[in-house]
């Protein structure tokens, strides 16, 4: 604000209907017209030159021009425009990437859920949309994947918006895994711009699935550019084999995918961390522990909102019809009444304005 | 003295500056008044199957455009105009189910994340190739009713695999129950669909038998008697393949009217990528919004009128008798 040059001040002042101002040239018509009574006097050059009755006059005049001015500025709804500060907070810019498979619609024990039980899907959603909102300056995006990635919200700061993404996601699932489109679309949402801002890549699965060796090479890629923080919260049905677990028999990635894909995010030289999780209570405090390491300068815009500036022009209206409205009622009549010389003298304007 | 101030207060111009300064302080003190206006809360669910690629609209430079950009482009029109307080959810559909990508968010505050996710609607988003309109509209009335809002479905009608010779499901809701819109997607002729490859590449457009031209589960149709080569056991459906225009397509529109009329939806069809504000909010249950009706541009108008009359007054009455006066001169 300080620096701004006067041009960029007043290009900040706006109205809502601009075709209004097309009737300000009628605010002359005080200088053409008056709205005091018509006296005729025989010839003004009779009478000596009054400094004060010009004075009145002019008053008379001007006053009736803004009264004018500002009453048609008032009605073409004057306003300072809002504006977007940047400014520096303490968060993150966090893109989440969603399951929904069908299997995430199953409680943690692989079941149905009944009665008080909570699926999977239905923890992630509470804790998430807890998470979600508890700084105001993080910034979100979702996506979702099953077969293919869906991107749900792009990367923004409107909370209220990521919280109802964020509520769909206990809906029933689709039907498989498919985790390497979903990285790409979700690393796709951090976008170009920004290399200071501290990056989050949160992963909630339940499973994962074998990542194309033609494909590893182009995440890698993209990994070592955008160099997000990586984690990744696995919703680990009871049971199942573990992120750590050796398969017994031979150990590949279509035997073993979830420890396969484990060993795949630490080789990508990002920070990483894997947050196994069996229960809804696990998930909080992993949620916890994110929220605790990224906590780094953001960059966040805020609106400031558009003020409103009618009462000024309105303000301004007032005092000019006020001045008129003393000057019609301080008028005097010169021919009218017997007491014609008093008045003439209490009221000198009339002759001025008329 | 007294006589003086009697006069002035009689004084028309007097009374309008008056009457125009008493508006003023009116508009300077009145609060807005509080108002409800109707806005809409409502589901968009967008078929993103093979069809809705077909490029039979064209786009403002005149190239063809493809029926989801179009769809995509009425969505994000239809957001901006929909007064501020109206809601917006979306979902996808293809196979036979609508999937809910995010419950309803304000089409004001939250503009740009819902303009974001309107323009990155993607036919690569689908999971499945099948098209079961009719199982897909009736699940998302269902998931409508469920986030209670109204339902807006997007769709070319191209059922895939055709319907069998029984018809599609019956619609098990209370028709009416939710209100909404279905809107027809895609030119009234036939039209070729592309095709893609597994790396979402085009490579042409599907000939005739690269789709299913004629459901053959269930019964066969009244009429196969009649067919060339017909024999009830091994060939209940007649002895040669289907023939059709299956893979061609355009908008089903007598079929999606029938929809609408089954589930109690009204139908219009999509002539671009605008124009859906106003079928909507003549289909949809008008919502109650909160809103402020500013009254200080009509007291403003009113005082703008009165203190424009003060001063035009003379003027025109000085007209008639400035006249009057140069004929009595003219006479003299």
């Known amino acids: ?183 790409a679309m979700s690393l796709s949402q951090f976008g170009a711009q920004g290399g200071t801002v501290s990056r989050a890549l949160l992963i909630v699965s339940d499973g994962a699935a074998v990542i194309d060796p033609r494909v590893q090479g182009t995440l890698r890629a993209e990994f070592a550019k955008i160099r997000p923080n990586l984690y990744w919260l696995f919703l680990r049905t009871k049971g199942s084999p573990s992120i750590a677990d050796k398969p017994a028999g031979e150990d590949t990635p279509q035997a073993a995918p979830e420890r396969h894909l484990d060993l795949f995010f630490k080789s990508l030289g990002t920070p990483y961390r894997a947050f196994e999780a069996e229960g809804p209570e696990a998930v909080a405090a992993a949620i916890r522990q994110i929220e605790a390491l990224e906590r780094d300068p953001i960059p966040y815009t805020e609106q400031r909102p558009r003020r409103d500036l009618s009462w000024v022009a309105f303000g301004v209206a007032l005092l000019g019809l006020l001045v008129l409205v003393a000057g019609k009622l301080a008028e005097a009549d010169v021919r009218r009444g017997r007491r014609g010389i008093p008045q003439a003298a209490e009221a000198p304007s009339e002759r001025i304005a008329a | 003295m007294r006589e003086h101030l009697a006069r002035n207060l009689r004084d028309g111009r007097f009374q309008a500056l008056a009457g125009a300064a008493f508006l003023v302080v009116l508009a300077l003190v009145l609060p807005a008044v509080p108002l409800t206006r109707t806005g809409v809360s409502v589901l968009a669910v967008v078929d993103i199957t093979g069809s809705m690629n077909v ?208 589930t109690g939806l009204a139908y219009v069809h999509l002539e671009g990528p605008g124009g859906l504000a106003a079928p909507l909010r003549a289909a949809a249950t008008p919502r109650p919004l909160p809103g402020r009706l500013d009254l200080r541009p009509v007291l403003g108008g009113a005082a703008l009128a009165l203190a424009l009359a003060a001063f035009l007054f003379p003027m025109v009455r000085a007209l008639p008798s400035g006249r009057a006066r140069a004929l009595t001169l003219k006479k003299a």
């Open chain 1, 1 to 183: 604000m300080g620096g701004a040059t006067p041009m960029e001040a007043l290009s900040r002042f706006a109205v809502d209907t601009p075709l209004v101002l097309w009737l300000l040239p009628l605010a002359l018509l005080p200088f053409r017209a008056s709205a005091q009574r018509v006296v005729p006097v025989a010839a003004l050059d009779a009478g000596p030159a009054d400094p004060l009755s010009r004075a009145i006059g002019w008053a008379l005049r001007i006053a009736g021009s803004l009264a004018l001015a500002g009453l048609i500025v008032g009605i073409a709804g004057p306003y300072r425009r809002g504006e977007t500060v940047t400014r520096t907070g303490i968060g993150a810019q966090v893109s989440i990437l969603v399951d929904r498979s069908g299997s995430m619609n199953e409680t943690f024990a692989g079941r149905q859920p009944s009665g008080a039980e909570e699926s999977k899907a239905a923890a992630s959603r509470r804790l998430l949309g807890d998470f979600v909102g508890s700084r105001a300056h993080d910034q979100f995006a979702v996506t979702a994947f099953s077969t293919a990635p869906m991107l749900v919200v792009p990367m923004t700061d409107r909370h209220e918006a990521v919280r109802a993404a964020i509520r769909a996601i206990d809906r029933p699932g689709l039907d498989y895994t498919n985790v390497a489109r979903g990285l």
């Open chain 2, 55 to 262: 490029r039979d609209y064209a786009s403002a430079d005149g190239k063809p455009a493809s029926r989801l950009d179009t769809a995509r482009g009425a969505l994000r029109d239809l957001v901006t105009a929909l007064p501020c307080g109206s809601q917006v959810a979306l979902g996808l559909f293809t196979e036979r189910r609508p999937f809910l990508l995010f419950t309803p968010i304000e089409v004001c505050a939250d503009f740009a994340p819902l303009d974001g996710a309107l323009a990155a609607l993607d036919w690569r988003m689908a999971w499945e190739g099948d098209s079961r309109i009719s199982a897909g509209l009736f699940r998302a009335a269902e998931m409508a009713a469920s986030l209670d809002t109204d339902l807006l479905f997007v769709t070319d009608g191209q059922e895939a695999p055709p319907l069998p010779s029984t018809g599609g499901p019956r619609f098990e809701g209370k028709p009416g129950a939710v209100r909404g819109l279905i809107v027809g997607a895609g030119a009234y002729a036939l039209s070729p669909i592309p095709r893609y490859n597994d790396r979402g590449r085009e490579i042409g457009f599907y000939g005739s038998g690269d789709v299913q031209q004629e459901n053959r589960f269930g019964p066969p149709p009244a009429d196969a008697e009649s067919r060339e080569g017909y024999n009830p056991r091994n060939a209940p459906f007649g002895g040669v393949a289907a023939t059709g225009n299956e893979h061609l397509s355009s908008v089903r529109e007598p079929y999606l009217k029938t929809l609408a009329g089954e």
